[in-house]
RNA sequence: GGAGGUGUCGCCUAGUCCGGUCUAUGGCGCCCGCCUGCUAAGCGGGUUGAGGGCAAACCCCUCUCGCGGGUUCAAAUCCCGCCACCUCCGCCA
């Protein structure tokens, strides 16, 4: 939810946000109309219920006839107090579903246009050059039977299209990564948690996933409660509803949970493999923090994700995302995207965006502030609630990044050599194809 | 899943039976001031959050006693539903 003061203030502001997201500005004029039907619904309650009061306060002490005659008076204003009560009630809805409905603005920085205009700021190491190398690399999919890492076939028959095991070092893999990756975590000073993966329909909300995302979201039939497709949805709202200290921002958080996306609106993409998949685990980080601090620790969630990139030894680089393929969250998002030799492109691993205070808004998390006070002396100044910030980042997604791993160090014979940081906690150093290979039928 | 209990402004707590100066009591903590060689103690005051009126504020008003309805002129208090927690039983990893 962005700022209902910024509407209020600025509306052209808001009006060219839409435009370059490539959004429609109506959304703006809805909103602003809401806001003043809603703000003279207020007022006519309020002057009801305030008559009504003291009328109230009076009966207690009448007497005989007086007393019969309060009651016939506030009988009738209480009709209308019910009446003005429900007006509001109806015009708050308005207003709240049309400020809603108002994506955060992009920042300034962030490139207008669609999902082709994002920018590249940044490419880091050089795509490994197999055709020099004498041998043409295999898929993923090719390794990951060859290693026994990756069961597509089994995945398929219990599960579906687009479900997988991980088998073997496949396994071993992923929690070698999540190691890795929660080691890092520790070190830049993450609280680490496993966060639940089934949410309530307010925890969806206030993250923006059931706005234009709600297609991909699994529901659980029966009852109110969601899959979530990143634990930035748990983790949000995990502090819903609170005034965080001020000063213990920020709060960094490194949650790991398993991501249920049903890739609606990706038919006939992406179908090989696991690049794409229904369910995967994620390690993610969440940041709460003050909106001042916000650009400065997106830029440090990017450092951290590029950190952990350069660990694997990837080549990758990083874009800046178009503000019409922002999340409705998202002021600001980049995406690092790892190189997959046999793609011959570059494809999205990580991604990390700052929310500012949009999320905040909506789960209603605040922190508390000395006041900025000007011209007050500093003795009269009262501690100040506000939003806080929530950013976001990807350290590792599993299947993409055992994607890259294996496609990108894969060696003639089919063997894959184990990246130097990823060798403590894996045990090895090169991954060697299994005897037998163990498909369906074999 | 069943039975019983609990939910009050950071924490604890009075109030709920029997509706009306509840404009929610008191303590702790915290903040400001006074007092005092320092500290502690003591004294006085302040201390939920949201929204509206306004350019803004000392100001005024409304809402907020887990949440949502209902009854009533009037609800922390009565009624209904829901949620969370605790105890016991059942089930289960």
Redesign the pocket.
Known sequence: MID?RLLRDDPDLIRAAQAKRGLSASVVDEALAA?EA??AA??D???L??E??????L??RAQGDEKAA??EQ??T??AQ??AAE?AQ?AAEDVWNAAIRAIPNPAADDAPAGGEDDYVVLETVGTPRDFASEGFEPRDHVELGKILGAIDLERGAKVSGSRFYFLTGVGAELEFALVNLAMEQAREAGFTQVIAPSLVKPRAMEGTGFLDQAADDVYRIEGEEMYLVGTSEVAMAAYHSDE?LDGASLPRRYAAFSPCFRKEAGSHGKDTKGIIRVHWFDKVEMFVYTTLEDAEAEHERLLGWEKEFLDKLELAYRVIDTAAGDLGPSAKRKFDCEAWIPTQGKYRELTSTSNCTDFQARRLDI?G?FPSAGSGQAP?QRQ?E??PVATLNGTLTAIPRTIVAILETHQQPDGSVRVPKALQKWLGREVLEPVAAATGLGG
Not at 52 to 57: A, E, M, R, V
């Open positions: 209902p806001d809603r703000r207020i007022a309650f309020e002057r219920r305030a009504q009061k003291q009328l109230g306060k009966i207690p309060l009651l506030t009988k204003l209480a107090v019910k429900s009630g005034i605040r508390r003795e501690p609630v506000r």
